[in-house]
């Protein structure tokens, strides 16, 4: 069965280091999003992606984060100069379509730890 | 924007028991729910999910009903097994890019 994947599956960083985390989206999907869980939280909208432009951002998706497709198989999120509130477990998603008919299947997620 | 909650917070259901889990929104304009079950280290699975022109839906062990007038939407998993404790999250699109999640249930099933 098809499935999106991520790397890694964990990351420790210094605080203010840059971190990139990378994901496959299913092929066929055209539609991608990355999402955060902080630790005990609810799973939180970052981004959404199509057609190689954001479609939308949260009001957590400042500047110091990006997302890029590199090539035609990558989806990155890079957070610029991490904050100790960047710990999180972050997934990406993908979807074939958008909307009323749009399923979005996640990744097992990368944990960030911000030390 | 829209907001999603979600409860109970924890659920303990002795095994082959039923458990039920309810959300309620706040967007009307909300049209696709669907229902995720995370386990430990993994991210979430979808399980099951309903849109906005039907009011129930069924797959073996698991239902989904949702009424619009009202904002709610509830799980129900009949005969409970084991293998069914997990994280269950609701969730609800009210545009075509986000979807905004309920707290999330943490299920245990007792053998």
């Known amino acids: 069965e098809p499935e999106v994947t991520q790397t890694p599956s964990h990351q420790v960083t210094q605080m203010g280091q840059e971190v990139i985390l990378r994901c496959v989206p299913i092929s066929n999907h055209l539609y991608f999003y990355w999402y955060r869980q902080i630790l005990g939280q609810k799973v939180e909208f970052l981004v959404s992606f199509y057609n190689n432009e954001i479609s939308e951002k949260s009001e957590i998706f400042d500047d110091q984060f990006s997302v890029e497709r590199p090539d035609g198989s990558n989806f990155t999120l890079k957070i610029r100069s991490t904050k100790l509130e960047d710990s999180a477990m972050y997934f990406c998603?993908?979807?074939?379509?958008?909307?009323?008919?749009?399923?979005?299947?996640f990744g097992e997620g990368s944990r960030l730890t911000v030390l | 924007g829209e907001n999603v909650e979600q409860h109970p917070s924890t659920l303990s259901v002795q095994e082959g028991d039923s458990a039920v889990i309810k959300c309620t929104y706040s967007?009307?304009?909300?049209?696709?729910f669907p229902w995720y079950k995370q386990e430990l280290g993994k991210g979430p699975q979808l399980i099951i999910d309903i849109r906005s022109n039907v009011g129930e839906k069924k797959d073996q062990r698991i239902a989904v009903t949702l009424n619009k007038t009202a904002k709610h939407f509830s799980l129900h998993i009949t005969e409970t097994q084991p293998e069914d404790s997990a994280v269950y999250f609701c969730?609800?699109?009210?545009?075509?890019?986000?979807?905004?999640f309920g707290a999330g249930t943490t299920v245990t099933v007792r053998a």
């Open positions: 998603a993908s979807s074939e379509k958008a909307g009323f008919t749009g399923e979005l299947f």
């Open positions: 969730a609800a699109r009210s545009n075509d890019y986000k979807l905004s």
């Open positions: 967007d009307s304009a909300s049209n696709y």
